[in-house]
């Protein structure tokens, strides 16, 4: 079965316009809250200790 019947181009464009925009990453560590938020604090951290530095 072709993946780009009518159901499922419909099925993804409910999905993009449900998604939350979000700045791109650099590196490709996923895109789930979780890991978002390690994410952010390892950045915070590293920045906090190059302020220091």
Do not use: F
């Not at 650099?26 to 200790?49: E, F, M, P, Y």
Request: glycine share 6%.
């Amino acid at each position: 079965m072709s993946k780009t019947s009518l159901k499922n181009v419909q099925k993804q464009k409910k999905k993009a316009k449900r998604a939350i925009p979000r700045p791109a990453q650099s590196r490709i560590q996923g895109n789930t809250a979780g890991v978002r938020t390690r994410l952010k604090k390892l950045a915070g951290q590293a920045r906090a200790k190059k302020a220091s530095a």
